[in-house]
């Protein structure tokens, strides 16, 4: 056995037969192929484990319907009448102050025909305002037709807007937004300048005048509603985005497809996204991933081993210890798993029937507890390392569920550090659940972790259990650990120092002077160890068997002796001597055969 301990290839071959099963589960059996729309499935194809993917079709369908709720954005110049006026004004205050001829205009102003085409529009409006000395009433003409053309909303062209539905207005000016009906009566930036040059005409224009100052006129009518097309597109962008994956959940176990039953769309999409979800970790690139990803673990561990036996050279075979108690947790945790997703699939009561909830009762801190107990709270704090990231690939890296676990870790840990009570154990069981417990509650309460009360009460009562299970594995396992490696903890010790122990109570009836010394001296070793920061609990369980050999001849000790009688009145010195000096040799037999370890044989 000790061969086997020392010897680490068994050690690591024990690693990865037992975790990469573990680990990849299901995952290492070969996948169906992903058969097309209309083929006939030669064959039953059962989800081998519960998956999510996203439903691309669906999604794309929800986006877009999310782009199309965007209604089209206009900006809305409130302002556009006082601008085109205020800049039609100004035009004609600047011909007014250049002193533009006059004499042209006059003949001009006369005679219709007498205005080419040619003309440049601002010189033939110039030339005719200039010819009737900017003439008020004609000024006023042209503002009223300004003015008649403004009073539809104008859009630049009739494409840009919507005939039914909402749209979003904004005034960028006055800083508001709002929704309305499409206008039906906005007018197109063509229809608006026809409008106002008809309106000159109504309003008293002559021939000639509306000639000159027409096209004049149609330059200062400005679209009031101008499309924004950028922030339209960025608005729906943004409403798409905001939609999440719309995510397919398929339970293991499930018959995505049966035997001679034609595929139909939806099926094979299914089929296809199940695939899919899981072909990374088929493919033979996924496996040897997960298998360096174990290896890096286990060289961490053997690197930390070596490390701490030479600055504390306490266990023995921690490397061993350390592989066998994160096989053993592993496996547990994995046994647990699967009991928790083959059992509650056949319960049908809300909040009992989800197996996530189930998982906060793992028990992922067993192997945590356990190394401390065997080898302290450096090589429990070391193990957690190692722990949480191959305890992760078999959750499918359930962020949640890995700071549950790193939490109930350490927690355990802390627990049991400085063990003195046989009682503490229990008390550490507890003190974990309700950890547990509240670590559920905080995870609950992050962001898109939200759940029904009703199923955060559960899976606060699940942590607690999760707690419990820990110290009741922890109570279970450690005498079998303890005995194989033939380690030394504080909980043995703590059997060893009950008064009741068969050897020592054989003592206090065949040598109770020896007993009730031996008892006295563990008291005084005791508060010396304490004293000096000793391990107290050790020394005074040494000095409690410190004399057994005694038993076998006790009246040859004084202790023992009544008064006037000394049994080595009758020896010769030599012999006297060789008796009391041989009750170390038949107390160390003795207490080997009581099984009682070699830390304290030694004493």
């Not at 298998?291 to 050279?313: D, G, I, K, N």
């Not at 401390?372 to 690939?393: D, E, K, N, Q, S």
């Not at 000096?532 to 006790?554: E, Q, S, T, W």
Request: neutral net charge.
């Amino acid at each position: 056995m000790e061969r086997l301990f020392a010897s680490r290839a068994p050690w690591i071959l024990l690693f990865f037969l037992a975790l990469m099963p573990l680990a990849l589960g299901p995952r290492l059996a070969p996948e169906p192929p992903a058969w097309p729309a209309g083929s006939i499935a030669p064959g039953d194809v059962v989800a081998a484990e519960t998956r999510e993917f996203a439903d691309e079709a669906a999604t794309r369908e929800a986006r877009d319907t999310a782009r199309q709720s965007v209604r089209p954005i206009y900006d809305f110049d409130s302002r556009a009448l006082e601008d085109a006026a205020a800049s039609l004004r100004g035009t004609i205050e600047s011909w007014r102050a250049a002193r533009v001829p006059a004499q042209q205009g006059r003949a001009l102003a006369r005679d219709e025909g007498a205005f080419s085409p040619a003309l440049p529009r601002e010189r033939r409006a110039a030339s005719f305002l200039a010819g009737v000395d900017f003439d008020p009433a004609v000024i006023n003409r042209l503002l009223r037709a300004l003015q008649s053309a403004h009073h539809h909303r104008i859009v630049g062209s009739r494409a840009l807007l919507p005939g039914v539905g909402r749209v979003t207005l904004r005034d960028p000016r006055a800083g508001r937004e709002w929704d309305e009906e499409a206008p039906a009566s906005a007018l197109s930036l063509d229809e608006a300048r026809l409008l106002a040059q008809r309106a000159l005409r109504e309003a008293g224009a002559t021939p000639a005048e509306a000639a000159a100052l027409g096209s004049f006129l149609q330059d200062h009518v400005a679209p009031s509603l101008v499309f924004d097309g950028a922030l339209t597109e960025s608005r729906r962008q943004e409403a798409a985005a905001r939609i999440d994956p719309l995510m397919v959940r398929i339970p293991k176990g499930k018959v995505l497809v049966r035997r001679g039953e034609s595929v139909g769309p939806d099926t094979a999409r299914v089929l296809s996204g199940y695939l899919q979800a899981g072909s990374s970790w088929y493919s033979v690139q996924g496996i040897l991933g997960s298998v360096l990803f174990m290896a890096l673990p286990l060289f961490l561990m053997s690197r930390y081993v070596a490390l701490h036996q030479r600055a504390q050279r306490r266990e023995h075979h921690l490397f061993s210890l350390m592989v066998l108690v994160t096989v053993i947790a592993l496996v547990i945790d994995r046994g647990f798993l699967w009991l928790f997703d083959h059992v509650v699939d056949s319960l049908n009561v809300e909040p009992y029937a989800n197996p996530a909830f189930y998982r906060f009762m793992v028990p992922v801190a067993a192997g945590a507890m356990l190394m401390t107990l065997l080898a302290g709270p450096r090589a429990g704090m070391a193990y957690t390392l190692f722990h949480v990231p191959l305890f992760g690939t078999m959750v499918r890296w359930d962020v949640p569920l890995l700071v549950f676990c790193v939490i109930s870790n350490l927690t355990s840990i802390f627990c049991v550090t400085g063990y003195r009570k046989r009682t503490a154990l229990i008390k550490a069981g507890l003190v974990l659940g309700g950890v547990n417990g509240a670590a559920v509650l905080a995870l609950r309460g992050l962001p898109g972790q939200a759940a029904p009360a009703a199923d955060v009460i559960f899976q606060i009562a699940c942590g607690f259990g999760g707690g419990v299970l820990v110290a009741v594995l922890a109570s279970f396992l450690l005498p079998l650990l303890e005995s194989m490696f033939n380690i030394l903890t504080d909980v043995r010790l703590l059997e060893l120092s009950n008064l009741n122990n068969p050897l020592l109570r054989r003592l206090a009836v065949e040598a109770p002077g020896s007993y009730n010394h031996s008892v006295v001296v563990g008291t005084l070793a005791e508060a010396a160890a304490e004293a000096i920061g000793a391990n107290a609990l050790f020394c005074r369980v040494a000095a409690y068997y410190h004399d057994v050999g005694k038993m076998l001849k006790p009246s040859y000790f004084i202790e023992n002796q009544r008064e006037g009688s000394n049994r080595h009145d009758r020896l010769s010195p030599h012999m006297s001597a060789l008796v009391i000096t041989s009750h170390v040799k038949e107390g160390y037999e003795l207490a080997k055969s009581y099984g009682l370890p070699q830390e304290v044989l030694d004493i």
